[in-house]
């Protein structure tokens, strides 16, 4: 099984007909004459290979749109902090790419022109994309927990001042106010 034809490119080559395809907005013949004129020396692919990796490019690029869409709705829906939410959507989604990938991988049998099997390389890009992913969604998590910390802190002083201007006006005497701030507070 032969791997696509973008392998075979240039990076200069690859990064012009990815721009045709992120641009989306030529016809496979447009684009073929788009190559050629860029690159009248090199070989360029066949209209068949082009329009697979256009239709391949097409799936790809929708299944992001609907999880970008999806991902938006369900932030919108958390209401405060989506930026938050959001990193933890978008970590979740990716995982849910990259895992998808690996498991349609794993009943890759290679025949199909339209879906070759992956090489070392693609796998290590498979595998350091689920890594940044995973590692994404715990950052997101620490920084929400470190939200956490910081307002009870700041919750936690505002209430001893609190306590503090009410024991002076009451009167109270310091076994008292340690009482309310560890029984109470929760402050030692």
């Known amino acids: 099984m032969s791997k696509s034809f973008m392998h ?12 045709l395809l992120r641009e989306d907005r030529l016809t496979l013949n ?5 190559i050629r004129a860029e ?6 692919p066949s209209r068949s290979a082009l329009g ?16 970008a ?10 209401g405060e902090d989506p930026d938050d939410k959001g990193g933890i959507l978008l970590a979740q989604a990716v995982q849910a790419i990259v895992t998808k990938k690996a498991l349609d991988e794993l009943t890759n049998t290679g025949d199909d022109p339209e879906k ?10 498979l595998a350091r994309a689920a890594r940044a992913a995973m590692m994404t969604k715990e950052k997101a998590m620490d920084n929400r927990d470190e939200v956490r910390r910081q307002a009870r802190e700041e919750l936690l002083k505002e209430q001893d001042e609190n306590l503090k201007k009410a024991a002076a006006s009451q009167g109270m005497g310091d076994e008292q106010i340690q009482f309310w701030r560890e029984k109470v507070l929760g402050i030692k």
């Open 116 to 125: 070759p099997k992956m090489d070392i390389d693609a796998v290590g890009a």
């Open 52 to 67: 697979r990796e256009k239709k391949n490019w097409a799936e790809e690029a929708k299944a992001m749109r609907e999880i």
């Open 39 to 44: 690159f009248p020396a090199d070989s360029i």
């Open 8 to 19: 075979k490119l240039s990076d200069e080559q690859r990064a012009f007909v990815e721009k």
């Open 69 to 78: 869409a999806a991902s938006e709705v369900l932030v919108k829906e958390f």
């Open 30 to 34: 447009e684009m073929l004459d788009e």
